[in-house]
């Protein structure tokens, strides 16, 4: 009976999950709902592993149970504050240094880099590594945040469950998005904040397919943290509001001072990294070192210890003195650039969100004594101001008043937090092109916006849509021909060329209409040159399909001649740039669907898979003389009909093969290993090259 059973349950059970899959928004719901409640909990235990941390380093010394880390630190001796973070330091050297190199730093740039050139694929061990080395540095008193961390822990996550699954690159994006979202929203208590984080920056894209599930994965996480962490906004503030609208002059001054204050953490955290990278040590030495200098720093200024939230409701409440609040802005960004550069782990989000309040505090205590009656408190410029900084360092400035919004449930400040904020962003990216998190990826020479091209028109050339039959007249051509070249053409412009061949002038159908009630009058007085305009928009065959279809907006065009070393060789049409678009949306289309009907293909042991007629998909190894050459150098389309679709790659990671699967450009250079999946004729396949 059971030999009967086992195999027909397996078999209900594979048709059963392979429907489930089939079905694209109820899976990916489902997935998100899992992925966020697996996130809710990570977030949850995270701080719990947190204050575990810290009463270990701080509590064994204090002899004190259940305090905050900074009651913890106020109370501590000079020679705990240097001992605690010390060896903190040299911890989380260790954990990263032996385990997992991705864990140092603030995590968000690993998981932006993994979603946009890796499919959304992170290494298992390194959310674990990340969790334990970011709980070490905070709990020891390292100046960063908890948000970088959990980002990176619930994408991780996320990405974790997708391989488990087998999921195509497209869902394992989203997965890792949701594992972002979930992490954002249960820390602040901010659902809305978190998907606008994943859609904003992880993603970079508001695609409705990726919404639902990033929705649902932050809507869980809220609801779990809500249930263990209780449901109150993380800063309980007065009621602020605009007094007047002239203040908002005094909101844009602040935002210009937080995109300066944002674009100097910005540099001064990558030249320490670049100072401690120049040191001739042991990199797990080295967070050590800077754990060190947090301790001398912290017997000054202990507020700038763990992630500072302490400090910040006094800050909101006015409760500080204005020359102080300046000290502990330098303190910070100091504090904060000596923890990331020197190799600890932790984030980035919550000391931007200290630095605002204390510079938001000292300019609102300045200028409500100048103008008592006019402005607000200055409890309402700290918490505008850490908006506008947030905004500055991360490029991000939705997420940023979202952020701001929830966290203090008060929408009435929610005017000058959207002024300052886009104001902040502004003069940080006019100081710096870079945010916070892209430029540690382009200073390790990884452009992510490459591995997604947004506008599939920009991979196009004219030379690949460009037609070679052109509508060609000398100046002196008589109106009677051009009339009749006109009518006979199926082009809409006639190129007027002298006799080096180069372009003179063109006449449009337009410019012929207005004469042709006089034809009779002036058929045998006017020529080519008389009606020519010598404006002529021209193109080369290098260029891209997107700066042709600008141009062809821009001049309500309808073709354009392409020339080459000043000789006119072709032209381009408007109808022929839209079909190469659709074209190529489908061929992206397909291509992304390619990977599910491989792996099916693989089960069964088959390389080819037929379609409708005479085409085939044909998965090929590279040939070695492949390799090192782009797909546009090998001109595999003009030579041998062949069409590649995607590339597969194979790699072992923790002793387990991972395939994932990248949609080519024509740059997209060939690696040794490759798997090309090309589309074309029988026939014409049966000439491609096999390894």
């Given at each position: 009976m059971k030999e009967i059973l086992l195999p027909k349950i397996r078999k209900w059970w594979k048709r059963g999950t392979a429907a489930f899959t089939r079905r694209e928004h109820l899976f990916m719901i489902v997935m998100g709902g899992i992925v966020g409640a697996i996130g809710g909990y990570g977030a949850v235990g995270f701080r719990k592993l947190i204050?575990?941390?810290?009463?270990?380093?701080?509590?064994?010394?204090?002899?004190?149970?259940?305090?905050?880390?900074?009651?913890?630190?106020?109370?501590?001796?000079?020679?705990?504050k240097v001992l605690v973070p010390t060896a903190g330091g040299l911890i989380v050297g260790i954990i990263v240094y032996f385990f997992a190199p991705e864990a140092k730093?603030?995590?968000?740039?690993?998981?932006?880099?993994?979603?946009?050139?890796?499919?959304?694929?992170?290494?298992?061990?390194?959310?674990?590594?990340?969790?334990?080395?970011?709980?070490?540095?905070?709990?020891?008193?390292?100046?960063?945040?908890?948000?970088?961390?959990?980002?990176?822990?619930?994408?991780?996550?996320?990405?974790?469950?997708?391989?488990?699954?087998?999921?195509?690159g497209d869902r394992l994006r989203t997965l890792v998005a949701c594992?972002?979202?979930?992490?954002?929203?249960?820390?602040?208590?901010?659902?809305?904040?978190?998907?606008?984080?994943?859609?904003e920056i992880i993603l970079s894209e508001f695609a409705a397919s990726r919404f639902i599930p990033i929705v649902v994965s932050s809507v869980i996480a809220t609801a779990l943290s809500r249930h263990y962490l209780g449901n109150f906004p993380a800063f309980e503030v007065p009621p602020y509001d605009l007094l007047h609208y002239s203040e908002l002059f005094l909101y844009?001054?602040?935002?210009?001072?937080?995109?300066?204050?944002?674009?100097?953490?910005?540099?001064?955290?990558?030249?320490?990294?670049?100072?401690?990278?120049?040191?001739?040590?042991?990199?797990?030495?080295?967070?050590?070192?800077?754990?060190?200098?947090?301790?001398?720093?912290?017997?000054?200024?202990?507020?700038?210890?763990?992630?500072?939230?302490?400090?910040?409701?006094?800050?909101l409440r006015g409760e500080m003195l204005g020359a102080i609040l300046i000290g502990l802005l330098v303190a910070k960004i100091l504090a904060t650039s000596i923890t990331i550069g020197s190799g600890g782990s932790g984030g980035i989000f919550a000391p931007s969100l200290f630095m605002g309040a204390v510079l938001g505090g000292a300019f609102g205590q300045l200028a409500?004594?100048?103008?008592?009656?006019?402005?607000?408190?200055?409890?309402?410029?700290?918490?505008?101001?850490?908006?506008?900084?947030?905004?500055?360092?991360?490029?991000?400035?939705?997420?940023?008043?979202?952020?701001?919004?929830?966290?203090?449930?008060?929408?009435?400040?929610?005017?000058?937090?959207?002024?300052?904020?886009?104001?902040?962003?502004?003069?940080?990216?006019?100081?710096?092109?870079?945010?916070i998190y892209t430029l540690k990826l382009v200073r390790r020479g990884v452009n992510i916006h490459g591995g997604r091209e947004l506008n599939v028109l920009k991979s196009l050339r004219v030379s690949q849509v460009m037609r070679p039959e052109i509508e060609l007249v000398s100046p002196s051509a008589p109106l009677a021909e051009l009339v009749t070249r006109m009518m006979a053409s199926s082009h809409s412009h006639l190129f007027v060329i002298g006799e080096d061949n180069r372009i003179q002038g063109h006449i449009c159908l337009e410019a012929l209409r207005p004469i042709l009630k006089d034809y009779e009058t002036v058929s045998n007085v006017i020529i080519a040159s008389d009606l020519m305009d010598k404006e002529v928009t021209v193109v080369r065959p290098s260029e891209s399909l997107d700066m042709v279809m600008q141009l062809f907006g821009k001049f309500n065009l309808e073709e354009i001649p392409v020339v080459d070393k000043g000789k006119l060789i072709g032209t381009v049409r408007r109808s022929d740039v839209i079909e190469a678009y659709n074209r190529e949306i489908f061929r992206l289309d397909m291509a992304s669907g390619l990977a599910t009907s491989f792996r099916l293909q693989q089960k069964m042991h088959s390389e080819r898979l037929a379609l409708v007629g005479e085409f085939l998909i044909l998965e090929v190894p590279a040939p070695r003389s492949f390799v090192g050459k782009?797909?546009?150098?090998?001109?595999?389309?003009?030579?041998?009909?062949?069409?590649?679709?995607?590339?597969?790659?194979?790699?072992?990671?923790?002793?387990?093969?991972?395939?994932?699967?990248?949609?080519?450009?024509?740059?997209?250079?060939?690696?040794?290993?490759?798997?090309?999946?090309?589309?074309?004729?029988?026939?014409?396949?049966?000439r491609f090259p096999h390894s």
């Open positions: 204050a575990a941390f810290a009463q270990l380093g701080w509590g064994s010394f204090t002899r004190m149970e259940g305090k905050d880390l900074l009651v913890m630190a106020l109370a501590a001796p000079f020679w705990v730093g603030h995590g968000v740039p690993e998981v932006m880099e993994a979603v946009a050139l890796k499919d959304g694929r992170m290494r298992t061990r390194v959310f674990l590594a990340k969790a334990f080395a970011s709980a070490i540095c905070i709990g020891s008193g390292g100046s960063v945040g908890r948000e970088g961390p959990i980002v990176q822990i619930g994408s991780g996550m996320g990405s974790v469950i997708g391989k488990a699954l087998k999921v195509s594992g972002a979202a979930a992490g954002i929203a249960a820390t602040f208590n901010a659902p809305m904040a978190g998907t606008l984080f994943s859609l844009l001054i602040l935002g210009v001072l937080a995109g300066g204050v944002a674009y100097a953490f910005i540099r001064l955290l990558y030249g320490m990294e670049d100072f401690f990278e120049g040191w001739k040590l042991p990199e797990f030495v080295k967070p050590a070192i800077g754990g060190a200098i947090i301790g001398c720093v912290g017997f000054f200024s202990p507020q700038i210890f763990g992630v500072g939230y302490e400090t910040i409701t006094p800050v409500h004594t100048l103008f008592p009656h006019a402005t607000a408190s200055p409890g309402a410029y700290a918490l505008v101001g850490m908006g506008a900084v947030v905004a500055g360092t991360t490029r991000a400035p939705i997420t940023a008043m979202l952020i701001i919004f929830e966290m203090t449930a008060d929408y009435r400040i929610i005017l000058p937090l959207m002024f300052a904020c886009t104001i902040g962003m502004v003069i940080s990216a006019l100081l710096s092109r870079e945010s782009t797909l546009e150098e090998l001109r595999l389309r003009e030579r041998f009909g062949a069409t590649v679709l995607t590339i597969k790659k194979e790699a072992k990671e923790e002793g387990e093969k991972e395939v994932s699967y990248i949609l080519p450009t024509p740059s997209t250079r060939i690696t040794e290993g490759d798997i090309l999946i090309v589309f074309g004729l029988q026939k014409d396949l049966s």
